[in-house]
Nanobody, 123 residues
Framework: QVTLVESGGGLVQAGGSLRLSCAAS????????MGWFRQAPGKEREFVAA????????NYAASVKGRFTISRDNAKNTVYLQMNSLKPEDTALYYC????????????????WGQGTQVTVSS
């Protein structure tokens, strides 16, 4: 069973950039689609971005399209989320997760979750 560890979060000013990484343990990373989700205090966990097993298919929430880019390096067992032009409303705990489907946006369709990395964007 794959385990995931997110990193790269931090405190940035509005307009800044961060690159989140999600490192997977085990030897079956390439069989999973991957997603990024985020959750702010008092809010539901929401979909951010997804990528299929070979990186050919991606999906983004409208709120981040054009600013965030999801990518993966299967040789390194890692998925990334490049976040540019950050806004205060991007502040949340960011999670990565695995799925057997392509481009799904529901938390119920994801199987394994990391512990999250905090992103805080100040005005």
């Amino acid at each position: 069973q794959v385990t995931l560890v997110e990193s790269g979060g931090g405190l940035v000013q509005a307009g800044g950039s961060l690159r989140l990484s999600c490192a997977a343990s085990g030897r079956t990373f390439s069989m999973y689609g991957m997603g990024w989700f985020r959750q702010a205090p008092g809010k539901e966990r929401e979909f951010v971005a997804a990528i299929n097993v070979n990186g050919a298919v991606t999906n983004y929430a409208a709120s981040v399209k054009g600013r965030f880019t999801i990518s993966r390096d299967n040789a390194k067992n890692t998925v990334y989320l490049q976040m540019n032009s950050l806004k205060p409303e991007d502040t949340a705990l960011y999670y990565c997760a695995t799925t057997q489907w392509v481009g799904v946006t529901s938390t119920q369709m994801y199987n394994n979750w990391g512990q999250g990395t905090q992103v805080t964007v100040s005005s």
